[in-house]
């Protein structure tokens, strides 16, 4: 199992604290990588999102796909360093479009959410993914999600 912890995941990505939107890497390959994310009802989007009856916004899982993928990019371009990591020194993923989203089930406070993302295509500085999340074994949303790297 090729797992990492959450201070690697802080080495690959710019986000911080309220925004990091995945806790660990489950599993990953070349292709294909597995996070989670638990819902806690501490977060600040949560507390506004909405007073009285709290869910995980649809943002912020469109965000933890997008996390989960810039992870992904990150070690592609790892493993493939020469020709891709001229696009990259330092400037990291920024994510471009975010297509055929769709939100199937609520996420509440409490459900630990399973990120899968997988890298169907990558031309030069251009990285597209299948992402979708799980929350008990159900699908809960679905992106295809692009991103430039070095931009």
């Known amino acids: 199992m090729n797992s990492i912890n959450i201070q690697e995941i802080l080495s690959m990505i710019p986000h911080r604290y309220p925004f990091i939107m995945i ?3 489950l ?3 070349s292709t294909t990588l597995t996070a ?3 819902v806690s009802i501490n977060e600040p ?3 506004g999102h909405f007073p009285g009856h709290h869910i ?3 943002v912020m899982m469109i965000e933890s796909m997008a996390q989960a993928s810039t992870v992904l990019a990150f070690l592609h ?3 493939n360093s020469n020709e891709i990591l001229k696009y990259f020194k330092g400037n990291g993923v920024l994510f471009s479009s975010a297509d055929q989203v769709k939100f199937k089930k609520v996420v509440y406070p409490g459900d630990q959410m399973i990120v899968h993302t997988t890298l169907i295509r990558q031309a030069r500085n251009l990285f597209e993914f299948d992402c979708y999340i799980k929350v008990e ?3 809960v949303a679905e992106a295809k999600l692009k991103a430039l790297a070095g931009v």
């Open 137 to 139: 074994e159900i699908i």
């Open 77 to 79: 371009i790892e493993k």
């Open 56 to 58: 995980m916004p649809g």
């Open 27 to 29: 599993n990953h390959d």
């Open 45 to 47: 989007y949560i507390q």
């Open 36 to 38: 989670i994310k638990n």
């Open 23 to 25: 806790d660990r890497v």
